[in-house]
């Protein structure tokens, strides 16, 4: 059950995600200054195929199943509700009509009825969201509360995404590690 | 080593043809099953499509660099006596090589529209990611199959190549195709986010959000390449002028009218839930104009200066373009239920209805430009074949513009949703009397500063709409002073009563520190706002075109002659040489009316070692922020030492330039991250310090270039001034054109070939005889055909040309009325929980703890 960050070979294509372009262009450009412009395209051309591969090699080991993926990652690929994206809508409502008011765009009584009403259906879908997330927050807390009784705190890992629990990111089948 | 360097590079792109083919799938399947292993093996799909990409371009690049003439792009674009820039910016310089470009930006779009989107958009991405890789394997399969630039030449390697057209050896072109390819392909990205947005049924908010800055980074590089186009026109071609309304600068700027629509419509969406269906179809249309663009630019089916070589790629364009069309329709269709408009418009005196109109404006001008550019080929097929020239265009599309103008600036003024009666009266009163009150000065004074109010205008056709339009025209100087004076009243108004509130409720903040904080808290409003003042400024260069003034001359050294206020002394020619040609210059020393010098302009004919029959005109020019002093050398004997000149005194034009930068500096302020929860204070400054920096430097770059395009020289062919001796000669030369084969939509008052001078010395000659400006019409149709002319004749089916359009507009016109009307009429949309009372809760706090936050 080993984090996906322990992993070295994965730590060091993390990394090297970074470093590797940098020291192409580096190299690319010593050659450059040395053997010529025709020396320095050649570099870059040899540190773009390689990236090209790694980034098609990635892919195919994910595929393949050879390859996990972080549980950070799979929380960052959660989307807004919709509810978000309402509430979203409303507070941009609301911001216009406070600047419209102190621009003098709008007269007080409208911008006092407006806003009421604006107000009141941003404060019902902020319940409405706090309604949504209460089970999750509840099954997040059992979790959490669980975890602590099997381990201390100080001795708690990164979060497991390959264990087979029920934190398990979505739509994928529990992956257990050899 | 390399012997088989032309395969290599055709392996490679088959390699991304497969891999963008094995990316589409994954993507698919991740958007089918949701599963995050498989979108994220998409992703590493897309970034490594990208490196093949990557690497196409620099095994392209490596041929060039190495002369590798066995290669047919290279030895076309490129010779052995280029520098290395010229050598880079040939891999843009022809057709095949332009596509690969194209692949290549559009790859780098895809790999920061990928990098960016991890963490969000989970259920959009696949589908993101998998139109991207859509849109990248018909320019493969371009590639592969009809314009690969690996192709080999059937007669092996040349000792040398062609070499670059030298008309394409500048500063310029080195940037240009770049900057506008970058809007193009651009708008790939926001038109991914439709598409899934369309196939996932998410059409709220959640795609415009993600495709805006993508849509307002696309616009502002679609803006700085219109505008470079501008500078490499004005200062390489020799004519004087900046805009010719050649098909290619139509097809370039019709997708930044649509992005401009859908930047102010997408508000609407954000904050009513409505033009759902319109922003959509917005998107998809600008998608579909930039391969339009493309297509016209390599299909050669319109006359253009710009196009490449005539090749049958165009077929692929056509069935790509009605996919397009058929996709983006299709799921328009699917969707429609879901596109319905959530909101209600409370009142036609809102900021609302204002983008609805504003949207029609800048749909007609594109609809307008759009079927003036293609009506040539569409009057080959009903009718008799027609040219449209600059002459038409200026005509109907410059009184539009002004049309959108007012609407620019009429639009902050409103407020969203409601604006009181007597908000609005307030908000119109100061900037009508700023307005009035500068047009009165400029008809009281205008002709006494050179700049008369009220100026003579051609008439295009005969009859009634002939006069309404000329009458038009003579009053366009007017109108464009009372709005460019309207525009800055109303955004300095914004800026001051914004300002004022926030002093209001902030006592402690100064001036400059109230300025600070209102645009860095409102960054896409008062962005926005930046962006209008750089148009409005581009706008007074416009106008300045009214007041040119054109003269030919010859002299001999010693010799002076005044133009306007300003006196020019002919110096003297010189000759110097470099390895790839000979340079004549001839220097005039030019001082104003008070006899203070302006500089001394030197002109030149170059020499070129590879096209010694074809010397070439470089433009010398000194600026002022009144007028631009513009001198082409005509000819330079060396045996009598008389040169020709012809000299163009451009007013304002600087200010065109001075726009752009503004604009740019605006869209930085626009485009600038929002702020993060728990960023610093000191944070904030620093990002705006950094977005300061970073918009002058564009800026600074945009500023640099006259002088860097003017040393680097460069070539006309037969674009260049000719001078017009009398109104009638004004009103005839630019309605004719040039027939000589090499330049088919030059009008005879631009261009300088031989054949254009005897057609101006026939025409001269009918003049001396008392010919009627129809006469000559008449004469020179009968000789040429009704090709020749630069408006079509106003008769029969050819009167489709302006009808079409404003019959649409017109149209529209009522229909948006209509909508509007239905949507007031609707009502005031219920909210759910009624208005709220009683005593401030938590929910309170905590919404306006959000509030603040928020950057609008």
Known sequence: MADTKENPLDLILERSSILAPAAVFLGAAALGAFRGPGAAVLALAG????????????????????????????????????????????????????????????????????????????????????????????????????????????ALPEADPSSPSEDQPDGDPPRREP | MFESLPEFGTGVLYAVLVSAAYTFAVSLVAGRNRSPRTLEAARLG???????????????????????????????????????????????????????????????????????????????????????????GFFLVLMLFAANPFWTSFSGARPDGEGLNPLLQNFYMAIHPPSLYTGFVGCAVPFAFAVAALVTGRLDSEWIGASRKWMLFAWLFLSIGNGLGMLWAYEELGWGGYWAWDPVENAACLPWFTASAYLHSIMVQERRGMLKIWNVALVCTTFFLTIFGTFLT????????????????????????GLIVAASAGL???????????????????????????????????????????????????????????????????????????????????GYRKTSRSALIKAFRLPTAVAVGFAVAHLALGGFFGFPAIVASPEIYPGALGTLLRGLGSLLPLISTFLCAFNFAVITQEFVRGIQARRASQQEEGIGEALFRLVSKGRRRYGGYIVHAGIALMFVGFTGKAWGVDKETALRPGETFEVGSYRFTYKGSRMEVDPG???????????????????????????????????????????????????????????????????????????????????????????????????????????????????????????????????????????????????????????????????????????????????????????SAGSSNQQIFEDYVARHGTASLAVPPNKGKLSAIWAVPVAGVLMAGVGVLMLLRRWKNAGTPALAGGPAAGIPDDYDRRLDEELERLDG
């Open chain 2, 581 to 767: 040609k000979r340079m004549v210059f001839a220097d005039l020393q030019v001082d104003r009316a008070d006899g203070s010098s302006l500089g001394v302009a030197s002109p030149a004919k170059f020499i070129y070692r590879k096209m010694p029959e074809q010397p070439t005109s470089e433009v010398s020019m000194l600026h002022t922020l009144r007028d631009d002093i513009y001198v082409v050398l005509g000819s330079a004997n060396p045996q009598t030492k008389v040169a020709t000149f012809q000299i163009h005194i451009n007013p304002l034009v600087s200010y065109i330039w001075l726009g752009l930068i503004i604009v740019i500096f605006g869209s930085a302020v626009c485009l600038w991250p929002d702020l993060a929860l728990g960023e610093s204070g000191a944070w904030a400054y620093a990002r705006a310090a950094g977005s300061f920096t970073a918009s002058i430097f564009l800026a600074l770059l945009i500023a640099s270039t006259p002088a860097r395009a003017f040393a680097q020289g460069s070539s006309s062919l037969h674009a260049g001034t000719v001078e017009m001796r009398s109104s009638q000669e004004r009103e005839v030369f630019p309605m004719l054109l040039c027939q000589c084969g090499a330049c088919a939509r030059l009008p005879l008052d631009n261009c300088v070939c031989s054949t254009a001078d005897e057609e101006r010395s026939h025409i001269r000659a009918m003049m």
């Open chain 2, 298 to 321: 390599r299909s050669g089916m319109i006359a253009s200066v710009h196009s490449f070589a005539q090749s049958d790629i165009g077929k692929y364009f056509v069935v790509y373009m």
């Open chain 1, 47 to 154: 540190g773009t195929l390689l990236g090209a591969v790694a980034g098609l090699w990635g892919s195919l080991r994910i595929l393949a199943g050879d390859a996990p993926i972080s549980l950070h990652e799979a929380i960052d690929l959660g989307a807004p509700s919709e509810l978000q994206e309402r509430k979203q809508k409303i507070l941009l409502a609301l911001k216009d009509l406070q600047r419209e008011h102190s621009l003098g765009k709008i007269s007080d009584e409208d911008f006092k009825e407006l806003s009421a009403r604006y107000r009141a259906e941003a404060k019902q879908l902020l319940r409405d969201m706090d309604e949504d997330l209460a089970p999750a927050r509840q099954k997040a807390e059992a979790l959490l509360a669980a975890r602590l009784q099997v381990a201390p705190a100080s």
């Open chain 2, 332 to 414: 328009i269709v699917w969707r429609l239920p879901q596109l319905r408009a959530e909101g209600r418009i409370e009142t036609v005196l809102s900021r609302e209805a204002a983008y609805v109109f504003n949207n029609w404006a800048l749909l007609g001008i594109a609809t307008f430009i759009s079927v003036a550019t293609v009506f040539p080929k569409i009057s080959e097929l009903w009718a008799e074949p027609v040219t449209v020239g600059p002459a038409f265009y200026n005509r109907w599309v410059v009184p539009a513009g002004l049309a959108v103008f007012a609407l620019m600036g009429a639009g902050p003024l409103f």
């Open chain 2, 46 to 136: 897309a970034y490594g499509t990208i490196g093949l990409v990557g690497l196409a371009l620099l095994v392209l690049a490596y041929a060039f660099v190495t002369h590798d003439f066995r290669i047919r792009y290279v030895a076309r674009y490129s010779d052995r006596s280029m520098p290395l820039p010229y050598l880079f910016a040939s891999l843009w310089g022809g057709q095949d090589g332009s596509l690969l470009w194209w692949s290549f930006l559009l790859s780098g779009y895809t790999g920061a529209c990928v990098a960016w989107m991890k963490g969000r958009y989970r259920e959009l991405q696949p589908y993101v990611i998998a139109t991207l890789m859509s849109i990248l």
